[in-house]
C-alpha cells in the first residue's frame, strides 16, 4: 500500500512538472529524473541556476550549472559480440543507466549482448545519481571500441578496475574524461592486452590514492606519457605497471612518492624495458621494494644497480 500512494505521491509531482508550477520541495530522484526528461536545456539551466533546493537535491553548485550534464559512452562491439558489454547490478540498473543500440530511439533493458544480436555501436547515458565506476567494464571482453563523448560531471570518486578484462579493446578515447575527484585508480586498464596506445594527458590524480596493478597485463603499449600524473596521495604502486612487456621506455621523474609505502613489482616482467627516468628512488626500510625490477633484462637490472646503488636484492 505505502508503494502505491508512493508511486500516486510521484505522479502528482511529475503533473507539477508538466504544468510549470514550483519544484522547490521535490526530493524525489525519481522526479528529478523525469524533470530532465521533460525540461528543454535553456530551461533546465534556468532551474538550476536559481533553484538553490534544486541544486542541494543534485549536489552541484551554481559554478558548475551549465556543465549539468549526464555522462554518455559510445561503445563499438568487437566481431565476437556474445557476452557481456557493460556491469550493471540489478540494484542500482534503474533508472541511472540508459541502453541504446544501433541509435535505436527504444531503450535496451539489457547489459549484454544475444548470439542473435546484430549491434554496430551501442550508447549508454549515466545518470547523475552514479558516483563510482568501480568495474563497470570489468572482463567486457567483447568490446572493441569505447569513447566518452561527455564527462563534464566531476562527483565520480572510484574508477577500480574500470577496463579490467578488456582485452580486444583497441581504441580507448579518454578525451573528454573527468577524473577531478578520483580517489581510487587501482587495477583501472589491468588486462587491456590489445591497447597500443593510451592518452592520459588530461588526467587529475591529485586526489587519488591508490594506483596498484593501474596497467598491469597492458602487454601491448610501448610508450606510456604519464608526465601530467600528480601522485602526492599516492601510497600503493605495487605492480603498477607489471607485465607491460612491450613498453620500452618510461619517465616518472615527476613522481611524488613521499606517502607511498609500496613499490613493490612495479615494473616486474617488463622485459622490454631500456629507459627509465626517475627522480629518485626511495630505499629505507618503510617502503616494500621486492621484485620492482624482477623479470626485467639483465642489461637493464645492471643499469639500474649503477644507478640507484642502495637498491636491495630483493629488488630483483
Not at 64 to 75: A, G, P, V
Not at 138 to 154: D, G, K, L, M, P
Request: aromatic share 14%; charged share 25%.
Amino acid at each position: 500500500m505505502d508503494s502505491i500512494n508512493k508511486s500516486k505521491g510521484e505522479q502528482r509531482n511529475l503533473n507539477q512538472i508538466k504544468t510549470g508550477c514550483s519544484i522547490s520541495n521535490i526530493n524525489s530522484k525519481y522526479i528529478l529524473k523525469q524533470l530532465f526528461n521533460y525540461a528543454q536545456k535553456n530551461i533546465m539551466l534556468k532551474m538550476i541556476k536559481y533553484n538553490k533546493q534544486l541544486q542541494k537535491n543534485l549536489d552541484i553548485s551554481i559554478k558548475d550549472y551549465e556543465k549539468y550534464y549526464k555522462i554518455e559512452i559510445e561503445l563499438i562491439p568487437a566481431k565476437h559480440i556474445y557476452g557481456t558489454f557493460i556491469n550493471i547490478s540489478k540494484q542500482e540498473y534503474e533508472p541511472y543507466f540508459h541502453i541504446y543500440f544501433n541509435d535505436n530511439p527504444n531503450r535496451i533493458r539489457r547489459y549484454y549482448f544475444n548470439k542473435k544480436d546484430k549491434v554496430i555501436k551501442i550508447r549508454i547515458i549515466i545518470d547523475y545519481s552514479v558516483k563510482s565506476f568501480n568495474e563497470l567494464f570489468y572482463n567486457c571482453s567483447s568490446i572493441e571500441s569505447i569513447n566518452f563523448i561527455n564527462f563534464e560531471r566531476n562527483n565520480i570518486i572510484n574508477m577500480s578496475r574500470l577496463f579490467c578484462g578488456c582485452s580486444s579493446l583497441k581504441e580507448l578515447n579518454l578525451t573528454n574524461f573527468n577524473t577531478y575527484k578520483v580517489i581510487d585508480m587501482s587495477g583501472m586498464f589491468f588486462g587491456c592486452s590489445f591497447l597500443k596506445e593510451l592518452n592520459l594527458t588530461n588526467f587529475n590524480t591529485e586526489n587519488v590514492t591508490d594506483m596498484r596493478s593501474m596497467f598491469w597485463g597492458c602487454s601491448s603499449l610501448k610508450i606510456l606519457n604519464i608526465n601530467n600524473f600528480n601522485t602526492k596521495n599516492v601510497f600503493d604502486m605495487n605492480g603498477m605497471f607489471r607485465e607491460c612487456s612491450s613498453l620500452m621506455e618510461i619517465d616518472i621523474s615527476n613522481f611524488n612518492t613521499n606517502n607511498v609505502t609500496d613499490i613493490s613489482y612495479m615494473f616486474c616482467g617488463c622485459k622490454s624495458l631500456k629507459e627509465l627516468k626517475m627522480k629518485s628512488l626511495e630505499t629505507n626500510n618503510k617502503i616494500n621494494m621486492n621484485g620492482i625490477f624482477l623479470g626485467c633484462t639483465k642489461a637493464f637490472q645492471t643499469k639500474m644497480k649503477c644507478e640507484f646503488k642502495n637498491l636491495k636484492k630483493e629488488a630483483f
